[in-house]
């Protein structure tokens, strides 16, 4: 859409919006109260426009996934709208597949953008006119200083900067150059426009910023139109305005921008959007710069982009999160004006209380052991029923074949166990979840190593479906698979990345890679699990029963699963919430 059209369309736009009803469930804060004082004053003519401008130069993350749901959850409150805008400004570190992952990622946490889906470089003509604009009111000028030499004139926080002796030229002699730049005519970091403000500003980002620098690289949306590209700071307050935005909501490193976002709107005389800040999201076990994440990427510390050890929503997703168990997390954790850090235990909190609801519940041995039940007929093959959750009744039941040869988990028994163990052990009985109850009778090793290997026991046929009616009691209750219907199965274990709450917090001459978890994956290769799983598709989440929730894997085929941990059933975070009551 060409920028005067979407002048047309954001100007004609005016709705009204009421303030957010009292009874909101949503909880109250400071960018809610903003937006409820400016429409009783009717700032914006009773308008909520948000938007998201994500830089497509990587993967969004859970951080993001915060401003995401912020931005279009004030939106769908108000009844207002928010766009998507992709602040394409740097062609260098900028790819298609950013962009796809990004429109895919918004979409799956289940907001929609419409028909406003918007790039910075929509808006390259005209940024470039109010650049002209600038330079014609002697608010601009071409500087020829290098980099390093603009970094040594800007100054400290101790120190006033140092004026450029190319900042007096005049208008004409800046038109000139600046129209010589666009036509290409200079290399890369001989030349930038600047914003001429004042170099002994207390604030550093008013020290004559860069508005434009020279870079002839194709841009994958302009092609070869431009060699001169817009600054961030430049771009993004005069996109907001072109697209009639009336709250611009950023994290709080952009609080010392604000005083320039609104000096370039002032400057040019166009429409202001109001520019709010809050505080990013820190989770522990985590880094949250697209950098660093691009880093353990291309050295290839993780499995790409999506690995789910990543914190990027792609990862999340292959995880087995869910996107409402996101949105959940982002409301519950609310909106702060200071910066804090969030254990990553009450994100999974939040992923474990949906999860409850919605997974259903199935039986997989991670470690296989063989059980032989002796008594148990050769060829008979009994279907047994089982809830599928006990959390929501319409998910029905399912069949579970049950048979002589059974798989159950290794550390489910114990030659010599203690007192106190409840589980399987020789001469001990224990029972089979919606099966029999079973008392082993014998242990069967390999005679070289020593292993067991096969378990002989008998079984009680007047428990069917684990219970009795004779009032004996077991405490010991354990999960199995039939042997023979057993789907075999690659099950993946994974924990934090890192092994510190706070990766960044490394030794002198050390990086967070040192912080690196060297076990934050286990491979389990011959799992066994339930047959009602054998069409489970990519993505498809259930509850292991006692192992936690899983998510089937894109690397699966028909013949062989693979399983990813999405979340353990320790809940951390509860327990410190209920030690706190």
Wanted: glycine content about 6%; overall charge negative.
């Amino acid at each position: 859409m060409k920028t005067e059209d979407l002048k047309e369309e954001t100007a004609g736009n005016s709705e009204t919006v009421k303030k957010a009803p009292a009874n909101s469930s949503a909880p109250t804060n400071f960018i809610r109260a903003i937006i409820d004082k400016d429409l009783e004053t009717n700032k914006y003519g009773g308008r909520v426009h948000t938007r998201f401008p994500p830089e497509p130069n990587g993967y969004l993350h859970i951080g993001h996934a915060k401003s995401i749901c912020l931005n279009f959850g004030l939106a769908q409150e108000y009844g207002g709208l928010c766009n998507l805008r992709f602040d394409d400004t740097n062609p260098i570190k900028e790819e298609q597949e950013y962009i796809d992952a990004i429109i895919e990622n918004v979409r799956w946490l289940g907001f929609d953008w419409q028909d406003r889906l918007y790039y910075a470089s929509d808006y390259f003509q005209q940024l470039y006119e109010w650049a002209i604009q600038l330079i014609e009111a002697g608010k601009a000028y071409v500087d020829d200083l290098s980099a390093d030499e603009i970094r040594e004139h800007r100054g400290t926080l101790t120190r006033p900067g140092k004026e450029s002796p190319y900042r007096n030229r005049s208008v004409e002699e800046n038109l000139d150059l600046f129209r010589r730049m666009k036509a290409g005519e200079f290399p890369d970091g001989s030349r930038v426009l600047r914003a001429k403000i004042d170099m002994a500003s207390p604030n550093l980002n008013m020290r004559d910023p860069v508005m434009y620098r020279i870079l002839h690289a194709a841009h994958h949306r302009t092609g070869d139109d431009w060699c001169i590209y817009p600054m961030y700071d430049w771009a993004h307050g005069q996109s907001d305005s072109i697209e009639k935005i009336t709250h611009s909501i950023c994290t709080l490193e952009f609080e010392d921008h604000r005083p320039l976002y609104n000096w370039f709107i002032e400057q040019l005389g166009v429409y202001a959007p109001q520019q709010i800040e809050f505080a990013r999201l820190n989770l522990t076990y985590t880094v949250m710069s697209k950098r660093k994440l691009l880093q353990l990427v291309q050295e290839g510390r993780v499995r790409g982009w999506d690995d789910p050890r990543m914190p990027t929503i792609a990862g999340l997703r292959r995880r087995g999160y869910t996107p409402e168990a996101i949105r959940d997390f982002a409301e519950r954790i609310g909106v702060a004006k200071a910066d804090s850090t969030v254990d990553i235990s009450f994100l999974e909190h939040c992923l474990r209380d949906d999860l409850n609801k919605r997974a259903p519940r199935v039986m997989a041995v991670l470690r296989p052991l063989k059980v032989v039940l002796v008594n148990y007929p050769e060829n008979q093959v009994e279907e047994m029923e089982a809830v599928n959750n006990p959390e929501d009744e319409s998910m029905g039941t399912r069949k579970l074949p049950f048979s002589r040869v059974l798989y159950i988990e290794r550390d489910d028994f114990r030659e010599d166990a203690p007192k106190k163990y409840h589980r399987l052990a020789p001469g001990k009985e224990v029972r089979l979840k919606h099966g029999y109850y079973i008392t082993c009778v014998d242990v069967v090793k390999d005679k070289d190593s020593g292993e067991i290997v096969e378990l002989h026991c008998t079984y009680d046929p007047k428990t069917r479906g684990g219970w009795s009616d004779d009032g004996r009691i077991v405490k010991g209750t354990l999960h199995w698979v039939s042997a023979a219907h057993a789907m075999p199965t690659e099950v993946r274990l994974y924990d934090h990345l890192f092994t510190k709450p706070d990766p960044e917090e490394v030794e002198e001459g050390k990086t967070f890679l040192d912080n690196i978890n060297p076990n934050s994956l286990e491979i389990i290769a011959d799992c066994m699990v339930e047959p009602s799983l054998a069409d489970a598709a990519p993505g498809s989440r259930c509850q292991f029963l006692r192992h936690g929730y899983f998510c089937v894997d894109p690397d699966s085929t028909r013949g062989k699963l693979v399983f990813n941990r999405t979340v353990s059933l320790k809940d951390s975070w509860a327990k410190i919430e209920k030690s706190e009551q």
